[in-house]
Each structure stands twice: as structure tokens, then as C-alpha cells.
């Protein structure tokens, strides 16, 4: 969170987690963001489910491994780095 400053507002319990896709300090939605992130994170093949208008929720199933976990992280921060990219550009 502390490198993407995309990410807004992260939440949840256990192995539920919704995280919040902010364009600003002041909180102003990234609706556009999060959208292109879900297919951003699509192509690479990490299923992310979209949830209200500009947040998304990791929901893994609960036999996942950490090796799986590891994966998902560095496709995670593949597709956020590409959709700030596109941001900066």
C-alpha cells in the first residue's frame, strides 16, 4: 500500500480482503483504475472479483498454499504497476 498510492482503504478478515481504489488524497473513487486492474490482473491470469465502484476482493479458496499466495502477489503488483503506468502516461 505504501508503494501504490492507487490503493486506498484495505479491509477484511481472514482470507477475505476488499481493497479500495483511490486517484487522490482526498479519497476521489478510481472507478476507472480498479476496472482496468481486474483485466489487467485477467490477462495474467489472477481472477479478481470487482466489488462497488472502485473496489476489488480477494476471496482465495481456503486450501491455498503460500506458494500459490507468493504467485498471486507478483501478479498483483505486475498489474498495479501497469495500470499506474498507464496513469502516468
Same mark, same amino acid.
Given at each position: 500500500? =505504501? ?11 481472514? @482470507?477475505? &480482503?476488499? &481493497? ?10 478510481? =472507478?476507472?483504475? #480498479? ?7 485477467? =490477462?495474467?491470469?489472477? @481472477? @479478481? ?5 472502485? #473496489?476489488?476482493?480477494l ?13 498471486m @502477489?507478483?501478479?498483483?503488483?505486475? #498489474?498495479?504497476?501497469?495500470?499506474? =503506468?498507464?496513469?502516468? #502516461?
Amino acid at each position: 500500500q =505504501k508503494r501504490h498510492p492507487l490503493m486506498g482503504d484495505v479491509r477484511g478478515m481472514g @482470507l477475505m &480482503i476488499g &481493497i479500495e481504489f483511490v486517484k487522490d488524497a482526498k479519497k476521489t473513487k478510481a =472507478k476507472e483504475e #480498479s476496472t482496468q486492474l481486474v483485466l489487467e490482473a485477467f =490477462k495474467r491470469g489472477l @481472477l @479478481l472479483l470487482p466489488c462497488g465502484e472502485n #473496489s476489488v476482493r480477494l476471496c482465495p479458496a481456503l486450501s491455498v498454499t503460500q506458494d500459490q499466495c507468493d504467485v498471486m @502477489l507478483d501478479v498483483w503488483e505486475e #498489474s498495479l504497476a501497469a495500470v499506474e =503506468k498507464q496513469m502516468n #502516461s
